[in-house]
């Protein structure tokens, strides 16, 4: 049963507290992307890997970071320098740079 | 900066009507436009991909159009159902990544 997973759907984080999110799939797809989504609003690009052992910073990186060691894995770290995290996480892959796959997102809230 | 603009922000009608939804984008070197349905506190699925050499795309009650001169997608559902009720969102693709528009939230009424 192919798709893509995220780990876990609902994380609190205390101040200070670095926390990593997990995102998984077995599409065999080459690129693989991390959004943001707040209440009301569109989805906002964190960073994104084309291959392994490459990634690019999107339009909101700063306070995030990512790495890329395997083709089926790409975990997104939300580190203490993003004074804002509580947001929707959404995990997406796609096959060069066609149609995107959705996981179903993972809820951070900063307690 | 490339902008997705989508219009209306919130639509409300009675079951069984047909609707359209619009997309706008700022730049026309498109490569593809993607709809997506998204449902409160889940993920996106997938509804229809338009590639930049297309006019328009199918699935069941669903037509997608896309005109890159004018920068405009209109996503077409005929003959509502209350379960089409969710947000629904355009994502305008440029070879290297996608970007997003706002969404469109539908409620259809029974």
């Known amino acids: 049963d192919g798709g893509i997973t995220q780990s876990p759907k609902y994380l609190f984080r205390k101040e200070g507290q670095n926390v990593t999110l997990s995102c998984e799939q077995n599409l065999n797809h080459d690129a693989m992307y991390w959004y943001r989504q707040d209440p009301g609003q569109g989805l906002r690009l964190i960073y994104y890997s084309q291959i392994v052992n490459d990634f690019q910073k999107g339009d909101i990186a700063e306070g995030y970071s990512v790495s890329r060691e395997k083709k089926e894995s790409f975990p997104l770290t939300v580190t203490s320098a993003q004074k804002n995290p509580t947001a929707f996480y959404l995990c997406?892959?796609?096959?060069?740079?066609?149609?995107?796959?959705f996981g179903p997102g993972t809820r951070l809230t900063v307690l | 900066k490339q902008e997705v603009t989508q219009i209306p922000a919130a639509l409300s009608v009675p079951e069984g009507e047909n609707l359209v939804l619009n997309c706008s984008f700022t730049?026309?070197?498109?490569?593809?436009l993607q709809w997506f349905r998204q449902d409160p506190g889940k993920g996106l699925t997938s509804l229809l991909l338009i590639q930049s050499s297309q006019r328009e795309q199918t699935s069941g009650r669903l037509n997608a159009s896309l005109d890159k001169s004018s920068g405009r997608s209109t996503l077409y559902i005929a003959a509502s159902q209350p379960g089409d009720s969710a947000t629904y969102l355009c994502?305008?693709?440029?070879?290297?990544?996608?970007?997003f528009g706002p969404g469109t939230r539908l409620s259809v009424l029974p």
């Open positions: 994502a305008r693709g440029d070879g290297q990544n996608f970007v």
């Open positions: 997406a892959s796609s096959m060069g740079n066609n149609e995107q796959f």
């Open positions: 730049d026309s070197a498109i490569y593809n």
